[in-house]
T-cell receptor, first 115, second 117 residues
Framework: AQSVTQPDIHITVSEGASLELRCNYS??????LFWYVQSPGQGLQLLLK??????LVQGIKGFEAEFKRSQSSFNLRKPSVHWSDAAEYFC?????????????FGGGTRVLVKP | GAVVSQHPSRVICKSGTSVKIECRSL??????MFWYRQFPKKSLMLMAT?????????EQGVEKDKFLINHASLTLSTLTVTSAHPEDSSFYIC?????????????FGPGTRLTVT
């Protein structure tokens, strides 16, 4: 079975500083990888996804992520953080490109942004 | 876009009563919807996969008689928490699956906060 690990439970960054959130997955074949953001009391919004092709994926809100097969990682980055980026971030893996695909989520990383 | 709504957004009920939560895909048809449960400061836990016109598939450890799922149409799935107890208090999130040439992803609803007193 697939699994996802987000090693950092909390990260605090200063506004304007860069941000990197780590995600490691475990799966025997090529996974479908996702990053979601959740604001307090809200549902999840998709930031970006990787299915195949270019391993550097651009998403919304200035985020990008890089798929590294050798490291089983899909880390999320943003060059300059805004106060509105304070939220919970979830990495997820899906294994089948089909309607029955189930996502497995990591434990999440809470991002706090200092003024 | 692809919008998924949930109703109600918040509900408080007394122990022993049942509560129904609706999940609707507003601008697309979804043959598959998912129901998740999220505990405070925790990740999402998949409860069940809801398939239009057929029985839901429950994850291990989820009581199907307690969490009744009905997916009667391509745009609506409902989750009914029967005989609710305080330990059922949680944030319930649904998602709907959309497949097209340019999209293959789950779209999440805004969630429903259930509090059982």
């Amino acid at each position: 079975a697939q699994s996802v690990t987000q090693p950092d439970i909390h990260i605090t960054v200063s506004e304007g500083a860069s941000l990197e959130l780590r995600c490691n997955y475990s799966y025997g074949a090529t996974p479908y990888l996702f990053w979601y953001v959740q604001s307090p009391g809200q549902g999840l919004q998709l930031l970006l996804k990787y299915f195949s092709g270019d391993t550097l994926v651009q998403g919304i809100k200035g985020f990008e992520a890089e798929f590294k097969r050798s490291q089983s990682s899909f880390n999320l980055r943003k060059p300059s953080v805004h106060w509105s980026d304070a939220a919970e971030y979830f990495c997820a893996v899906g294994v089948i490109k089909a309607a029955g695909n189930k996502l497995t989520f990591g434990g999440g990383t809470r991002v706090l942004v200092k003024p | 876009g692809a919008v998924v709504s949930q109703h109600p957004s918040r509900v408080i009920c007394k122990s022993g009563t049942s509560v129904k939560i609706e999940c609707r895909s507003l601008d697309f048809q979804a043959t598959t919807m998912f129901w998740y449960r999220q505990f405070p400061k925790k990740s999402l836990m998949l409860m069940a996969t809801s398939n239009e016109g057929s029985k839901a598939t429950y994850e291990q450890g989820v009581e199907k008689d307690k969490f009744l799922i009905n997916h009667a149409s391509l745009t609506l799935s409902t989750l009914t928490v029967t005989s609710a107890h305080p330990e059922d208090s949680s944030f319930y999130i649904c998602s709907a699956f959309k497949i097209s040439d340019s999209a293959y992803e789950q779209y999440f609803g805004p969630g429903t906060r259930l509090t059982v007193t």
